[in-house]
């Protein structure tokens, strides 16, 4: 039903930026709030940061807070992850994902969404 492709990801320095891009297609309810993960070799996915519908309403884990911005633009059906300060902590493949089983207190965990896109590599070099 609901597919999404991750971009811009690619290899930066520390200190450098990018701007990740998640393109939903399909039934866009089911997309109405729209989530970043990032999972590292040998690590759990982790949330990064999600966004309501309008924009209004941006959550984001400690580790990104101050540092990387979400937005999305719904006419283009996109959402957005700015990243600045880029560390090397930071490098993983980073996932969008949308439809979110459950509650909002559930949100952080991946397996409260039911659609996931494959993943755009970030790495950050020392």
């Known amino acids: 039903q609901v597919q999404l492709v991750e971009s811009g990801g690619g290899l930066v320095q520390a200190g450098g930026s990018l701007r990740l891009s998640c393109v939903a297609s399909g039934r866009t309810f089911s997309s109405s709030r729209m989530t970043w993960f990032r999972q590292a070799p040998g690590k759990e996915r982790e949330f990064v940061s999600g966004?309501?519908?309008?924009?209004?309403?941006?959550y984001y884990a400690d580790s990104v807070k101050g540092r990387f911005t979400i937005s999305r633009d719904n006419a283009k059906n996109t959402m957005y992850l700015q990243m600045n300060s880029l560390k090397p902590e930071d490098t993983a493949v980073y996932y969008c994902a949308a439809g979110l089983m459950g509650d909002l207190t559930t949100r952080t965990s991946p397996a409260s969404w039911k659609y996931w896109g494959q993943g755009t590599q970030v790495t950050v070099s020392s």
């Open positions: 966004i309501s519908w309008r924009g209004g309403i941006t």
